[in-house]
T-cell receptor, first 115, second 109 residues
Framework: EPEVTQTPSHQVTQMGQEVILRCVPI?????FYWYRQILGQKVEFLVS????????KSEIFDDQFSVERPDGSNFTLKIRSTKLEDSAMYFC?????????????FGPGTRLTVL | KNEVEQSPQNLTAQEGEFITINCSYS?????LHWLQQHPGGGIVSLFM???GKKKHGRLIATINIQEKHSSLHITASHPRDSAVYIC???????????FGKGTLLTVNP
């Protein structure tokens, strides 16, 4: 069964460093998302992406964040200068349709720890 | 006020019990999603529904659009059902999911 994959599973970095989280969505999906979950809190939307551009972003997704689909398979989230409060689990998701009633498939997550 | 409220926050049951987790939302939605998150963090989609009822194995999800309420039921619960169950909604032309805080279910043998 097709699945969303994410690498790395765990990333430890120093405050101020840049990190890139990688995702490979399901191959025929067209809509991509990043969510994050700070430990003990609910999952929060960061950004959605379609047709090589951001379709919506949350207040969390400030200038320190960027997303890219550098080739036909990868979807990346870059944090330019990490802060302690960026420590969280980051989930990538994809869906075949961008309507509100389309099922999203989640990757296993990347646990980011900023020291 | 959170757009998505779940109850209870924590639920402990004995194996074999019938489980109900509730979700209320405050906005018009396109669909409501029930998701499962195991220790270790991965999220799995269980149901997506916009009306009525869906069943998959021992899991049943219902939604009442007029009352803005959904329930997830687990029949004959088993320790392997222990997980966090999350309600999330999608609305209108927005593609994003808005999540509830989740319900931590522990099923004891």
């Amino acid at each position: 069964e097709p699945e969303v994959t994410q690498t790395p599973s765990h990333q430890v970095t120093q405050m101020g460093q840049e990190v890139i989280l990688r995702c490979v969505p399901i191959s025929n999906h067209l809509y991509f998302y990043w969510y994050r979950q700070i430990l003990g809190q609910k999952v929060e939307f960061l950004v959605s992406f379609y047709n090589n551009e951001i379709s919506e972003k949350s207040e969390i997704f400030d200038d320190q964040f960027s997303v890219e689909r550098p080739d036909g398979s990868n979807f990346t989230l870059k944090i330019r200068s990490t802060k302690l409060e960026d420590s969280a689990m980051y989930f990538c998701a994809s869906s075949s349709r961008g309507t509100g009633s389309s099922e999203q498939f989640f990757g296993p997550g990347t646990r980011l720890t900023v020291l | 006020k959170n757009e998505v409220e779940q109850s209870p926050q924590n639920l402990t049951a004995q194996e074999g019990e019938f489980i109900t987790i509730n979700c209320s939302y405050s906005v018009g939605i396109s669909a409501l999603h029930w998701l499962q998150q195991h220790p270790g963090g991965g999220i799995v989609s269980l149901f997506m529904l916009s009306s009525g009822k869906k069943k998959h194995g021992r899991l049943i999800a219902t939604i009442n659009i007029q009352e803005k309420h959904s329930s997830l039921h687990i029949t004959a619960s088993h320790p392997r059902d222990s997980a966090v169950y999350i309600c999330a909604v999608s609305k209108g032309s927005n593609y994003k999911l808005t999540f509830g805080k989740g319900t931590l279910l522990t099923v004891n043998p």
